[in-house]
Structure formats: structure tokens, C-alpha cells
């Protein structure tokens, strides 16, 4: 009935974690939809809210956002003032898929797109101890993991072994549907 209490808890686990260890760990978000849920946390928790995550972050925090149509950004006027507000810690990137074309003219622009048009920023990021989020449709990972691996190809290194490697360290976070 209206008015009574409830005690609710969400889905819990450590796949969507920021590190709490290395503040100065630049944090690659990529998000389709309403995959972007989990980064509105992240960024109020780094740029909107007074938290000890606020105070010690030094790293970039880099939202790559897809969605079929501009009036389909969730947030949009939040990011523009973070964005405007941090520019030294906080980079926004759009794929709009029906509204943006590839700049090799062969279609719409998916968020893979705009990741691969970053491949090696990505790539130098992630060697340096970043850490990568996927939230969103998992029709994304296919060519995000092509574009990791020619990376990989074309610096002469084993994409499996690399993608273990930042599992292992615990920058490769997956929450896909």
C-alpha cells in the first residue's frame, strides 16, 4: 500500500567497479542505449557529488556513446557540462547511427566505428593501465574486438594473449545483454 516502507537491492558483483586503488587510471566507457546507466554513476560519482573518488581521480574519463538518433542521447546536457566543466579529465564521443555516416563513406556510424577511429589512443590507454567498460547491446563486441585485434596484428602482438593479459589485471569489464 502506498506509504509503506521497502527494502530494495539491485543486482550486485564487481564487473562494473571503478578501481578504488589507481585513481590516476584513465576509465574507457563505451555504452550503447541504456547501457549508459552504469557510466551516469561513474560521473556523477567523479565530477557531480563530493566523494573521495572526486577528490583523487587524475586520470581521463572517456564516454563513447552510440544510439540511432540525437533525441535518443540520455543525459546530453549532463555531459556537455561536465565536458565544458573538465576538459582536462572528461571526453565525450557520439555515434549516431542515423544521423552520422563513417568517414570512409561505408555506412551508418556505430560507437565500434568511432572506437576504431581512437583504436590506438584506446590501445596506448590500455597499456598504460586503463580501464575498458562495455555496457549495452552485444552486438557491439564483435567489431570491437576486430579493431582491437588489428591493433594487436599491426604492432605484432597476440590479441588473445593481450585481452588475457587485461582481464588478468582487471581493466576489461563486460556487461553486455
Known amino acids: 500500500t502506498p506509504g509503506t516502507p521497502l527494502t530494495m537491492t ?14 590516476e587510471a584513465d576509465l574507457i566507457m563505451v555504452a550503447t542505449g541504456t547501457g549508459i546507466a552504469p557510466y551516469r554513476g561513474f560521473l556523477r560519482r567523479l565530477f557531480v557529488e563530493e566523494t573521495p573518488a572526486a577528490a583523487a581521480f587524475s586520470g581521463l574519463a572517456w564516454l563513447f556513446l552510440g544510439v540511432a538518433t540525437t533525441d535518443a542521447l540520455l543525459y546530453d546536457d549532463d555531459w556537455q557540462k561536465i565536458a565544458a566543466e573538465r576538459p582536462d579529465h572528461f571526453r565525450l564521443t557520439y555515434a549516431i547511427s542515423r544521423e552520422q555516416q563513417r568517414a570512409d563513406g561505408g555506412g551508418k556510424m556505430y560507437v565500434q566505428d568511432r572506437l576504431a577511429e581512437n583504436a590506438e589512443e584506446i590501445f596506448e590507454r590500455l597499456d598504460k593501465g586503463a580501464h575498458i567498460y562495455f555496457c549495452g547491446l552485444k552486438g557491439m563486441m564483435p567489431g570491437i574486438n576486430d579493431m582491437l585485434e588489428a591493433v594487436c596484428k599491426a604492432k605484432k602482438l597476440d590479441f588473445d594473449e593481450k585481452q588475457k593479459e587485461w582481464k588478468k589485471n582487471g581493466q576489461w569489464h ?3 545483454y
Open 10 to 23: 539491485g543486482p550486485t558483483g564487481k564487473i562494473m567497479l571503478m578501481p578504488e586503488v589507481t585513481p
Open 174 to 176: 563486460v556487461e553486455v
